[in-house]
């Protein structure tokens, strides 16, 4: 029987050539175009975390209400599509209404993601 894992890596799509991305540190698949940041003075579980518009390449795990330094939040955690890894979470709504701007948004954890600038040298 083939694992749940091998099932979603054929759907991971790589379609973000020649442009700044974030990719999953663990398999390298792109997770988020870096013009979708929002902010880097986020923290995630284990550190610093990014406040993405979108993300790419990831698939949301059961939706829960999570006490966070902001305050009580419905979230789902977001994982890589190419590996499983747990990336961040997806903000689904905030209870505080100075929180509400993050509903719809990703938070990517940086640890878990590599910035690829997509730099090419001139010859």
Not at 7 to 21: F, G, S
Request: with cysteine; glycine share 6%; charged share 25%.
């Amino acid at each position: 029987m083939a694992s749940s894992l091998s099932d979603t890596r054929t759907q991971v799509v790589q379609i973000y050539d020649n442009q700044p991305t974030y990719a999953c540190a663990k398999c390298s698949a792109v997770v988020a175009l870096q013009d979708e940041l929002i902010s880097k003075a986020f923290s995630g579980r284990d550190g610093r975390g990014y406040l993405m518009h979108s993300a790419c390449n990831i698939k949301l795990g059961v939706k829960e209400e999570r006490p966070l330094l902001t305050g009580l939040h419905s979230v789902a955690d977001v994982f890589c599509l190419g590996c499983n890894e747990r990336l961040g979470w997806y903000y689904h709504s905030a209870s505080e209404h100075s929180q509400k701007y993050k509903e719809g948004k990703y938070l990517l954890e940086k640890e878990k993601i590599i910035k690829d600038n997509a730099w090419t040298l001139n010859e």
